[in-house]
Every structure is written in C-alpha cells, then in structure tokens.
C-alpha cells in the first residue's frame, strides 16, 4: 500500500487532553498524528482516528507514593528531545511534566511512532530531587498504568499469548470475547491485548511483558461503569523503592477505520517492522539445532556430547550448507563450563577455528545454546559474582550438574550480574563470531535475596521473589539491549518449552524472538504413563518424534500466533528424516515461518538433501513477501486437507501449502491475486485466471504436502 493510500485510509491523530481550553504552545507533526498541548493542567491524552472522530481517551498513571493515591496531573509538559531510530524505521520524542502538587517530581512520557504505522508505543519513568517512595499500603500492588473507557466500542476481545496447552505442550494464542456480564463482575483480564470495535472502526491496548498465564503480573480490571484500568498485579514494585528512575514497562496502543482483522494485520507489521531496534531477529534465516541429534543419540544409549565433537561438527555443517541452511546452533556441551562459556576445548581443540572458517566460507552464521542463570563452581562468572547467587530465605540451592558438564550455581540475573554477563556475551560475539544465543532454562521462581536489585530486608520475602519474577525479563531486556547496541546482527532466542518458564509475552519480542515447542508432549501428557515415566526401553520420554505427518500436526498448532505475530518469531524444530513425504510435510510446515530443523541430518539421504536445497533455494527469494503475509488457514492440524495460504497482497509473491494425511484429490482457489510466475512440486495443476487468482488441484498418493511458491519458477 503507498504513502498516500495508507494515509487516506488511517490518518491519526494523537494529542493530549488538558482539563482547560487554550491555544497550542507546541505541536509536533508526523504524517500521520501530531501531538499537542495547552499550558494547562494535564492529566490524560487521547488517541483519536481522525476519519471519524473516533478516539480513546488514555488517562495517565495513578501512584501510591509515600503512603497516598497519587494521580498523575501535570501543570504542563514540554518536549525535551526527539530522536531518529534508524534500524526499525521509528522516531522517539520525550516530553516531561511536573507534578502538580509536588513540583519536585517530573514524569516523563516516552512515545515511539512510525511513519505509516498506527501502532503508537509509549512508557513512562518517573524522576524526583526529592526521597519520595513508591509504598503500599497493603500487601498487594497499588498502581494503575492508564484507563480508559470501552463504552463507545461494544464489541470487545481479550487476546492472550502464553496460555500453555497441554494436548500439544505449548504455549498457544487464544482469543476471547468480553461480554457485557464480565464488566458488571469486575474481573481482571491477562491480556496482554484488549481489542474494542463498532463495527467500522477497531483499537487495540497493549502491554510489554512475559508471564505464563495464570502466573500474571499485570491485569486489565473491567468496571460495571464499562471502563478498564491496567493495573498492575503483583512484582511491579516493592513497598519503600525510590521514586526517582522508577520506569514502567512499555504499552501501546493503536486505532484503525476498519474491523479486527486489519488492526491485527497493522499491529502484527508493527511487531515485524518497529518494536524492535534488533531487526535481525526479523529475518526469515533457515536454522539448524544440534539438539535434536543429541537426543537421538542419547536414546540410543550415548551421551549428550558422544557426537559434540570438531570431527562431527564440520561434518554436519558441510551437510546442513548443502541443504541450504543459514545458522548452525551448538547447543548444550559446546562449553566446558556455565558461566565463563569457554569452548570446551576437550571437544573442540582449536577454539571453533575451524568451525569458523567453515561457516565464514558457506556464508553461513553461528549459534550458541546456553542458560544465562546458571555459573559453574569454578567459573569466574561466579567466583567474582558470588553476592549475586540466587537464595531463598538466606539459603543457596546446592550446585547441579548442567547438560554433563560442570557443577553449576543458579546466578540471580536481577542484580549486578545481569551487566556481568551481558558484557560476557558481547566478549563472545567478538572473540568466538557468535551471532545467536539461544537462552535456556529460565524459570519466573525462585530468588528473594534481599541485597539484589528486588527488595532489600524491609521487604518480605514474598514481595521480593514477586519482584524478582516481574523484574526478570525486564533484566534480561537490559541484557540484550546493550549487547544489541555494541552487536547489531546478534539475534536472541529464549525457550518456552516447558510450563513454569517466563511465559510468551510481548516484552522479550522488543528484542528476540522464541523457542516455542520441541517435541510436543510426553507420554505422560497422554495419561499413558505417570509422570516422568516412558514406555520405552531407551528411555525416550517424547511421543512425536518419528518421521511422517503426526510430529508436524503437533507443531503447525502453534502457527494461530501469525494473525496478531509474525510466526518466523517462534521458532519450532522439524525434521529432514527420509522418506521423501514427511521431508515435503516438514518442508512445507517449516517454511510457514518456524524455519528452523534438528535431526540426525547426517543420515538424510542425498535425494532428501537435494529435495531441501531445491525448495529452499526458490523459497528464499520470496521469503520476506512469505513474513509480511498474515496466514489464511483453513482446516485443523489433522485435517485432510489442511491448507495454508501466505501471499503478499501487495507483491503477489508468496506460497500455498495444502497437507493430506490420506489418498485423495483436494482442489484451492487462492483468496489473494498472485503472480502468474509461479513453482509447485509433483501432484500439482494450477490455473490463474484473468483477476490473477490461482485455481489449485493437489493430488495426494499417501500422505504428503503440496508446496506452491508464488513469484518464482
């Protein structure tokens, strides 16, 4: 869509509401809102769609400082600077008021907006020249974030990004209406999305942060008067924490003329193109996971590390060039210990030299696995850290064994480490050519140390771990921010595989993306055995890891996050294993946009090396029209068929997948105009018509995927 198309469809407009009329002493501009204000008293600003009036009026913080409810009414505010942020395409202005009834306290508001985005992103920091406090006045939290009513918009959604399936062993989006009984019963929402429309006119506010539901820590709290206040839960701040630098998490908040379907679409573009400065954690690179192989291995009776060797390695990385992969992760025992993260130099003798060379010669990148909360006994990560070792109730959980490697201790990422260890990983990218660090093992419990940067012993132990657990993506965010600021091609991945992990959140997306799902359920998920038992004699726990269509069900299931986030932001590994119909289903899946694979790709036949590299070599030139492209999906994984579509409307270019699990003829009439240039496997007939719709006849033999690449021969 061009500028002027764009602009006639969403012109916007953002500006402050002031309780007196006067003239504007400032306005700020964009093409496509401007902000303003009057000497007045300031106490909330609207965000409004100008073609038709329509806006939402965002009330500004309320405080519990040093024992009183503290509304945030300012006598004005005032620019006080603006910046360009090149990477994501972004300008940044900051403004800054003081309290009205105590001028020795400034909030600032921080506004982040582009060009041809409605999506406005936007935090507040408070700064004093005095010794204020944040208090509460009971156990709980006492601080709302920004309110608005809904009652102009009576349809309403709560959309939800970390609820953890156990069918599947996953996180999974889900989407919920807000009926009017939910407003006269006053419950708190988890969001972190709350979506309000009338029919032709949709808004959306949202809130930065991780926490596996039910484990929330912020909450929209419905009123019967059909208003809703963000307020936070619980961890946001601890009784007696100085006023002065206390910064909120990042919100936004976005309005467009038209139904729900185009407002995901935008505000999935603004996750792509403008929340985060780390635009390499954007690009479709195809990955490939040692741990996979590992695993095997290890059911076969060896060792984690039996083939975490130089010999092995250059081997696999010859293997996964030749089938067009671009990152190669090491994951666990590539390092001889947690915390420092050397190379293992039993296993790699030359440092990775040669590994490097390798790489560096295929054009292809390096990945890391590591858990950025754990040191072993002999690293200096923790022999010169050891005030910052996580404890509960003034005990330290004894060290354990990392991946068969050495002892470690749990380090408390909410202290001084966490600037210890970011400085580490910028060390690594430049030493060892590392440009992926896929964090592990993270979970939200578990540290009430009182002399860490959540809580000291004024506060009790409880009000310290739930800040610890609110404070620990927020750390980790400081942690990647300054290596992205020092590293800009670095990318972050974390893993939410596991229940009782920081849970899937818009916060860690500001700079990385995740690690969603592995191999799907254990046994015990199925109530086939008790937990933590197996009905196999090699010991493998896991159900879905045999070639065919099953694994791929499993994993397509968490494709539903690519309505509202782009899907090449969750990460999920797949399989390369012959015979040729699983590799197509696990090709076609794959290039949905987890792109990533683990395996034994070793013993992938040459054919099914051919097969990848063919298919990835036409992929790659369209992939990034693939990304832009919000899925259309018709069917269930399960489903014969289940069909895919990603074209860009804008392009053309894009692909269709169509997966069968049986003997059969299935036709598709693609729904977007695609280019009249276009590459199917066998089993395929395609016509375009004059309105450049591609009518589609897959014929499936057994079960298999149908793979069509628009914009490419």
């Known amino acids: 869509m061009d500028t002027l198309k764009l602009l006639s469809k969403y012109i916007l407009v953002l500006f402050l ?5 006067g003239e504007s002493e400032e306005k700020v501009k964009t093409p496509l809102f401007f902000i303003s204000w009057s000497g007045s008293v300031v106490d909330s600003w609207n965000y409004t769609i100008n073609t038709a009036g329509k806006s939402i009026k965002v009330n500004l913080p309320v405080f519990e400082i040093d024992g009183k409810q503290t509304p945030v009414i300012l006598n004005k505010l005032e620019k006080i600077g603006e910046q360009q942020l090149v990477r994501n395409e972004v300008m940044e202005y900051l403004y800054e008021g003081t309290f009205q009834n105590d001028t020795s306290i400034h909030l600032q508001l921080k506004l982040r907006v582009s060009n041809d985005n409605p999506v406005v992103r936007f935090t507040y920091e408070l700064k004093s020249s005095g010794q204020q406090k944040l208090t509460k006045r009971s156990d709980t939290d006492d601080l709302t974030y920004l309110s608005y009513s809904i009652k102009d918009w009576p349809r309403a959604k709560e959309i939800r990004l970390s609820v953890f399936n156990e069918l599947i062993h996953s996180c999974n989006l889900t989407e919920t209406e807000i009926y009017e009984s939910d407003f006269s019963g006053s419950p708190s929402l988890v969001g972190p999305i709350i979506t309000g429309t009338d029919g032709e006119h949709s808004f959306l506010v949202s809130y930065e942060h991780d926490s596996m539901y039910p484990n929330n820590f912020l909450g929209f709290k419905l009123s019967p008067d059909k208003n809703i206040a963000l307020k936070a839960v619980k961890g946001n701040y601890f009784s007696g ?13 976005a309005g467009i003329k038209g139904d729900e379907d185009l407002l995901a679409d935008q505000f999935r573009t603004f996750i792509l193109k403008h929340q985060s400065e780390n635009i390499e954690s954007r690009k479709p690179y195809i990955f490939y996971n040692t741990w996979g192989r590992q695993e095997r291995v290890k059911w076969a009776g060896g060792q984690y590390l039996t083939t975490m060797t130089l010999e092995y390695t250059l081997l696999e990385i010859d293997k996964a060039h030749e089938m067009g992969l671009e990152y190669y992760v090491l994951d666990a025992g590539w390092s001889d210990r947690s915390g420092d993260w050397c190379v293992n130099l039993k296993l790699f003798p030359d440092g990775f030299r040669k590994i490097r060379d390798k790489l560096n010669g295929y054009g292809m990148k390096l990945g890391v696995w590591m858990d950025p909360s754990k040191a072993a006994i002999t690293s200096n990560a923790f022999i010169k850290n050891k005030g910052c070792l996580k404890s509960w109730d003034g005990k330290i959980r004894k060290p354990s064994m990392v991946w068969e490697t050495e002892l470690s201790n749990d380090m408390c990422l909410v202290s001084p480490y966490w600037e210890y260890y ?12 590392i440009r992926c660090f896929y964090f592990d093992g993270v979970g939200q419990k578990g540290c009430n140390d009182p002399g860490h940067f959540h809580g000291t012993s004024t506060n009790s132990s409880e009000e310290r771990n739930q800040s610890y657990a609110f404070l620990l993506p927020v750390y980790l965010g400081k942690i990647m921010e300054k290596v992205g600021s020092s590293c800009p091609d670095v990318i972050f991945e974390f893993d939410v595989t596991e229940p009782g992990r920081i849970g899937v959140g818009l916060q860690f997306l500001a700079n990385g993306r995740y690690f969603i799902l592995n191999n799907g359920p254990y046994y015990h998920n199925f109530d086939l055995v008790p937990r933590g038992k197996t009905l196999l004699t090699n010991g493998c726990k896991n159900i879905f890891i045999q070639p065919g269509p099953a694994r791929s069900w499993i994993i397509r299931s968490v494709l539903d996050y690519d309505k509202w986030i782009p899907s090449n932001l969750f990460s999920a590994k797949y399989q390369a294993d012959d015979p040729e119909n699983s590799q197509l289903i696990n090709l076609g899946s794959m290039l949905l946009g987890h792109y990533s694979i683990w395996g034994e790709i070793i013993k992938t036949s040459q054919q099914g090396v051919t097969l990848f590299h063919d298919v990835l070599e036409k992929y ?4 990034q029209d693939v990304i832009a492209s919000t899925s259309l999906h018709f069917g269930n994984s399960g489903d014969s068929p289940e069909i895919f579509e990603k074209v860009n409307p804008e392009t053309g270019k894009g692909m269709v997948v169509i997966f069968s699990n049986t003997k059969g003829k299935f036709s598709y009439v693609t729904k977007q105009k695609v280019s009249d240039v276009f590459w199917h496997n066998q089993g395929v007939d395609i016509k375009v018509d004059t309105n450049h719709h591609a009518s589609i006849v897959a014929e499936f033999k057994e079960a298999s995927a149908a793979i069509i690449l628009f914009g490419v021969k």
């Open 17 to 21: 509401f002031v309780r007196c009329g």
């Open 241 to 253: 924490q100085p006023v002065d630098g206390y910064s909120t998490v990042w919100f936004e908040v």
């Open 422 to 433: 970011a400085d580490l990983l910028i060390t690594l990218y430049k030493d060892l050519d």
């Open 620 to 623: 790659k030139p369209i992939s």
